[in-house]
C-alpha cells in the first residue's frame, strides 16, 4: 500500500540533493496546486464573456451577411473600398462578409440593417458530414472556432437554430472520446499530430488533460513538494534580462 | 487524536447554545466544508467558528509538542499532523479567495442585499479583501484604458463583464441525510421535469443548482 507523502521535517532534507541531479529540466514546472493567474474563460452558450481573450478571437471570426438598409459612406469600413472613394455608401441589398461583432451589434429582431446567412459549414451539407463520422473532419482548418461560433449563431434568428445545435452537441460528443483518449495516455512525446485537427475548444481540452496527466506524474517522482518560481516571476524575470542586455 | 481538549463551539449569535465537538468531529467537519468548497461552481457560506476553532486546536498541539521529550517517534508522527490539517486549512481558505477574485462583483452585490438575520458568505476579512479587490480592479481598468477613451464611452459595468458563477454545472454528490420530493427540471425538450427521492449513502451526479440548498444545510456532500 502506498503511503501518502507529506512534507515531514526528515523527509524534506532528502529531496532537494535527489532531484539536484535532474538539472535544467528541473525548473519548468508550474506548481500543482494552484496557479498564480487565472485568465478569464470563454463564455458558454449564447453568452461571451467580455473579458476573454479566447472569446474576442472568436468574435473576429467572419459571418456572410446582406445589408438591407443603404449603409451611406461606410464602404471603406466594411470592407468594400477597393475601388471605391472614401465617401462611397453600401447599396441596398450587397452582400458584406462582417466580423460576428459587429454583425451582433448591427443585427436588430426587426432586420432592419443586417440579415446573417449562416458559413458553409453550419449549413445542410456539413452538418450530414457532421453525423456520418465527427472524428474524421479536420476542426481547425473550418474555422478554429467552430463550437464557440456555432454557439453564438443561436443569436440570430435562423429557422435553422435547433439543427444547427444538434449538430454541435453530437459532434462534440463524437469527438470528445479519442480527444480524452490521446491527452491521457500521450506523455513526455510530440503532440502536434495529435491537436493538429482540433478546434480551440478541443486544444483547451486537450491541454488541460496534459497538464492533468504530467502533474500527476510529477506527484508521483515526488518533485511535487518542491518550490519552483512562478510563472509570472519567471517572465519578469527574462524581460529585465534582456533589458540590461540592449 | 484523543489528548486535545473537548471544543466548544458557540452558536453564531453568540446564544449560550454551545456545540461540543470532539477535535476529531471538528476535522471532520473542516474537511466536509473543503470538499464542499473545493466543488461548488460558487462560493459557500463562511465557515469562521470552523476555521478559528481549527487554528485554536493546531496552536494546542503545537505547544504540546514543544514540550515533548526530543527525538521521541510520536513528534515527528504528532508533526506530520499538524501540517496536514494545516495544509487543509490553507487550501480550503485559498479556494475560497480564488472564488472571491474570480466573481467578485456578483458576490458583493449579494453581500450588498442580504437580509440582517441570514449568515454571511463572507468572514470580515474577505469582505475587506474583496472591496480592496474590487477597488483595485476600477483603478487599473480606469488607468490602462478608460480615461483615454470618449467621455461618454468611459464607464464599466463590472457586474455585467465579469462573468457569473455557473450554477448549472454538474457535481457529484453523496447523500448525508434521506431527502424526499427533490425536483428536476428537464434538460431536454422531450423530458419533463420529475421528482427523485435522494436515499442515505447514494451518489450522484446532478446539476448544481438543484442541489444547492442542500449542500448549505449539510444534507449532502460534494465528492
Same mark, same amino acid.
Given at each position: 500500500?502506498?503511503?501518502?507523502?507529506?512534507?515531514?521535517?526528515?523527509?524534506?532534507?532528502?529531496?532537494?540533493?535527489?532531484?539536484?541531479?535532474?538539472?535544467?529540466?528541473?525548473?519548468?514546472?508550474?506548481?500543482?496546486?494552484?496557479?498564480?493567474?487565472?485568465?478569464?474563460?470563454?463564455?458558454?452558450?449564447?453568452?461571451?464573456?467580455?473579458?476573454?481573450?479566447?472569446?474576442?478571437?472568436?468574435?473576429?471570426?467572419?459571418?456572410?451577411?446582406?445589408?438591407?438598409?443603404?449603409?451611406?459612406?461606410?464602404?471603406?469600413?466594411?470592407?468594400?473600398?477597393?475601388?471605391?472613394?472614401?465617401?462611397?455608401?453600401?447599396?441596398?441589398?450587397?452582400?458584406?462578409?462582417?466580423?460576428?461583432?459587429?454583425?451582433?451589434?448591427?443585427?436588430?429582431?426587426?432586420?432592419?440593417?443586417?440579415?446573417?446567412?449562416?458559413?458553409?459549414?453550419?449549413?445542410?451539407?456539413?452538418?450530414?458530414?457532421?453525423?456520418?463520422?465527427?472524428?474524421?473532419?479536420?476542426?481547425?482548418?473550418?474555422?478554429?472556432?467552430?463550437?464557440?461560433?456555432?454557439?453564438?449563431?443561436?443569436?440570430?434568428?435562423?429557422?435553422?437554430?435547433?439543427?444547427?445545435?444538434?449538430?454541435?452537441?453530437?459532434?462534440?460528443?463524437?469527438?470528445?472520446?479519442?480527444?480524452?483518449?490521446?491527452?491521457?495516455?500521450?506523455?513526455?512525446?510530440?503532440?502536434?499530430?495529435?491537436?493538429?485537427?482540433?478546434?480551440?475548444?478541443?486544444?483547451?481540452?486537450?491541454?488541460?488533460?496534459?497538464?492533468?496527466?504530467?502533474?500527476?506524474?510529477?506527484?508521483?517522482?515526488?518533485?511535487?513538494?518542491?518550490?519552483?518560481?512562478?510563472?509570472?516571476?519567471?517572465?519578469?524575470?527574462?524581460?529585465?534580462?534582456?533589458?540590461?542586455?540592449? | 487524536?484523543?489528548?486535545?481538549?473537548?471544543? =466548544?463551539?458557540?452558536? *453564531?449569535?453568540?446564544?449560550?447554545?454551545? +456545540? %461540543?465537538?470532539?477535535?476529531?468531529?471538528?476535522?471532520?467537519? /473542516? !474537511?466536509?466544508?473543503?470538499?464542499?468548497?473545493?466543488?461548488?461552481?460558487?462560493?459557500?457560506?463562511?465557515?469562521?467558528?470552523?476555521?478559528?476553532?481549527v487554528m485554536e486546536q493546531l496552536d494546542h498541539m503545537e505547544s504540546n509538542?514543544?514540550?515533548?521529550?526530543?527525538?521521541?517517534?510520536?513528534?515527528?508522527?504528532?508533526?506530520?499532523?499538524i501540517?496536514?490539517? =494545516?495544509?487543509?486549512? *490553507?487550501?480550503?481558505?485559498?479556494?475560497? +479567495? %480564488?472564488?472571491?477574485?474570480?466573481?467578485?462583483?456578483?458576490? /458583493? !452585490?449579494?453581500?450588498?442585499?442580504?437580509?440582517?438575520?441570514?449568515?454571511?458568505?463572507?468572514?470580515?476579512?474577505?469582505?475587506?479583501?474583496?472591496?480592496?479587490?474590487?477597488?483595485?480592479?476600477?483603478?487599473?481598468?480606469?488607468?490602462?484604458?478608460?480615461?483615454?477613451?470618449?467621455?461618454?464611452?468611459?464607464?464599466?459595468?463590472?457586474?455585467?463583464?465579469?462573468?457569473?458563477?455557473?450554477?448549472?454545472?454538474?457535481?457529484?454528490?453523496?447523500?448525508?441525510?434521506?431527502?424526499?420530493?427533490?425536483?428536476?427540471?428537464? !434538460?431536454?425538450?422531450?423530458?419533463?421535469?420529475?421528482?427523485?427521492?435522494?436515499?442515505?449513502?447514494?451518489?450522484?451526479?446532478?446539476?448544481?443548482?438543484?442541489?444547492?440548498?442542500?449542500?448549505?444545510?449539510?444534507?449532502?456532500?460534494?465528492?
Amino acid at each position: 500500500m502506498r503511503v501518502v507523502r507529506s512534507p515531514g521535517p526528515a523527509a524534506a532534507s532528502a529531496w532537494p540533493r535527489l532531484s539536484g541531479s535532474r538539472g535544467v529540466g528541473a525548473r519548468r514546472r508550474p506548481p500543482a496546486m494552484s496557479e498564480a493567474y487565472f485568465p478569464v474563460g470563454p463564455g458558454l452558450g449564447p453568452e461571451e464573456n467580455f473579458l476573454s481573450l479566447e472569446d474576442i478571437l472568436m468574435s473576429q471570426e467572419k459571418l456572410p451577411g446582406r445589408v438591407e438598409a443603404a449603409l451611406p459612406r461606410l464602404a471603406a469600413v466594411l470592407g468594400k473600398g477597393a475601388g471605391a472613394g472614401q465617401s462611397d455608401g453600401i447599396p441596398e441589398g450587397s452582400k458584406v462578409e462582417i466580423p460576428l461583432w459587429l454583425a451582433k451589434g448591427l443585427y436588430d429582431n426587426k432586420r432592419r440593417i443586417l440579415s446573417v446567412e449562416l458559413p458553409k459549414i453550419y449549413k445542410e451539407g456539413w452538418r450530414t458530414v457532421f453525423s456520418a463520422d465527427a472524428n474524421v473532419v479536420d476542426l481547425h482548418k473550418m474555422g478554429p472556432f467552430y463550437y464557440g461560433f456555432g454557439s453564438q449563431l443561436q443569436n440570430f434568428d435562423n429557422p435553422e437554430n435547433p439543427e444547427i445545435a444538434q449538430t454541435i452537441l453530437q459532434t462534440f460528443i463524437g469527438r470528445f472520446r479519442r480527444i480524452m483518449d490521446s491527452s491521457q495516455n500521450a506523455y513526455n512525446e510530440d503532440t502536434s499530430a495529435l491537436v493538429a485537427r482540433l478546434d480551440e475548444l478541443e486544444r483547451a481540452l486537450f491541454r488541460a488533460g496534459q497538464k492533468g496527466l504530467n502533474d500527476f506524474q510529477c506527484w508521483e517522482k515526488g518533485q511535487a513538494s518542491q518550490i519552483t518560481a512562478s510563472s509570472l516571476v519567471q517572465n519578469y524575470r527574462k524581460r529585465k534580462f534582456t533589458d540590461m542586455d540592449g | 487524536m484523543a489528548e486535545g481538549p473537548e471544543l =466548544r463551539e458557540r452558536d *453564531s449569535d453568540g446564544s449560550s447554545e454551545e +456545540l %461540543v465537538l470532539t477535535p476529531a468531529q471538528l476535522i471532520r467537519s /473542516l !474537511e466536509q466544508a473543503w470538499l464542499n468548497e473545493k466543488f461548488a461552481p460558487e462560493l459557500l457560506e463562511s465557515k469562521s467558528e470552523i476555521v478559528e476553532c481549527v487554528m485554536e486546536q493546531l496552536d494546542h498541539m503545537e505547544s504540546n509538542l514543544k514540550r515533548a521529550k526530543h527525538g521521541d517517534l510520536k513528534v515527528s508522527i504528532h508533526r506530520m499532523e499538524i501540517e496536514r490539517i =494545516r495544509y487543509v486549512l *490553507s487550501s480550503y481558505l485559498r479556494c475560497r +479567495l %480564488v472564488k472571491i477574485e474570480k466573481f467578485f462583483p456578483h458576490i /458583493l !452585490e449579494k453581500e450588498k442585499s442580504r437580509v440582517e438575520g441570514e449568515p454571511s458568505i463572507l468572514s470580515p476579512e474577505e469582505f475587506a479583501f474583496a472591496k480592496e479587490y474590487m477597488a483595485n480592479t476600477e483603478t487599473y481598468l480606469k488607468n490602462v484604458a478608460l480615461k483615454h477613451m470618449p467621455p461618454n464611452l468611459q464607464k464599466v459595468d463590472l457586474l455585467r463583464l465579469v462573468p457569473k458563477p455557473n450554477l448549472d454545472s454538474f457535481v457529484f454528490l453523496r447523500v448525508q441525510e434521506r431527502q424526499e420530493n427533490i425536483l428536476v427540471e428537464p !434538460e431536454t425538450d422531450e423530458q419533463r421535469e420529475y421528482v427523485i427521492d435522494l436515499e442515505e449513502g447514494s451518489q450522484h451526479l446532478i446539476r448544481y443548482k438543484t442541489i444547492a440548498p442542500l449542500v448549505a444545510s449539510g444534507a449532502v456532500q460534494l465528492i
